[in-house]
């Protein structure tokens, strides 16, 4: 069926370091997806979102790429902080009628200072 | 505080009993959803209020589940009969009617084990 998954559980990084969190998808009809950041204790945070007509999206400190040939998209976090430490979640935009969105499973970005 | 809130955070449970969880929404905020998470999972949907209409029920809400939203603010889910498979985080989110659903604001979440 259709899905949402990330590639790697665990991404450790140094303080200071670009980090890049990868997603595939394999909906094709998707025409939104977005990332959250979810910290330990808390709901996740919407970060930002890119849609489907668009290869790049920056925003403060981050930026989301979507190949949509590859059907794979990435979050990318310049200077990467210890306030960055959590686990980020890939999501599309529910389709079938439900705009609900469609969390994959989360990466856990840890930041060693 | 302005942003959502959960009450329990916490509720330990036997099984085959029942429980209840309430959110509180962003006050203006037209729209309310509930989610439940497993441990390294995203959250998974399980239905979702504008104003009080149950507008969406995902297949995961057996019959065992029930939420209500009855003038439109808090809301409420109970679990009937529980089991250990409920075991989980029930995440509630609101967001304003005009925006994307997705742009959601995540309250902190109920932790629910059931022994």
């Known amino acids: 069926g259709e899905s949402v998954g990330l590639h790697l559980p665990t991404l450790s990084v140094q303080e200071g370091d670009n980090s890049i969190i990868n997603c595939a998808y394999s909906?094709?009809?998707?025409?939104?997806f977005i990332w959250y950041k979810q910290e330990s204790g808390k709901g996740p945070q919407f970060i930002i979102d890119i849609r489907s007509n668009m290869d790049k999206r920056q925003g403060q400190r981050v930026t989301v790429l979507l190949n949509k040939t590859v059907k794979h998209l990435s979050l990318q976090i310049a200077a990467t902080q210890p306030g960055d430490s959590a686990v980020y979640f890939c999501?599309?935009?529910?389709?079938?009628?439900?705009?609900?969105?469609?969390f994959g499973r989360g990466t856990s970005l840890i930041v060693h200072p | 505080d302005t942003g959502v809130s959960q009450n329990p955070r916490h509720k330990i449970t036997k099984r085959g009993q029942n429980v209840t969880f309430r959110c509180d929404p962003i006050s203006e905020h037209n729209r309310l959803y509930w989610y439940r998470q497993t441990l390294g999972q995203g959250p998974e949907f399980l239905t979702y209020?504008?104003?009080?209409?149950?507008?969406?029920k995902s297949r995961l809400l057996s019959d065992r589940f029930s939420a209500e939203r009855p003038k439109g603010s808090f809301s409420t889910l109970e679990i009937q009969r529980t089991e250990q498979g409920d075991s989980a985080m029930y995440l509630c989110?609101?967001?304003?009617?005009?925006?994307?659903?997705?742009?959601?604001?995540f309250g902190p979440g109920t932790r629910l084990t059931v022994t």
């Open positions: 209020f504008q104003n009080e209409a149950q507008l969406e």
């Open positions: 909906n094709s009809a998707s025409d939104y």
């Open positions: 989110a609101s967001s304003l009617a005009g925006q994307a659903h997705y742009e959601q604001y």
């Open positions: 999501a599309e935009k529910g389709s079938g009628g439900s705009y609900i969105p469609t």
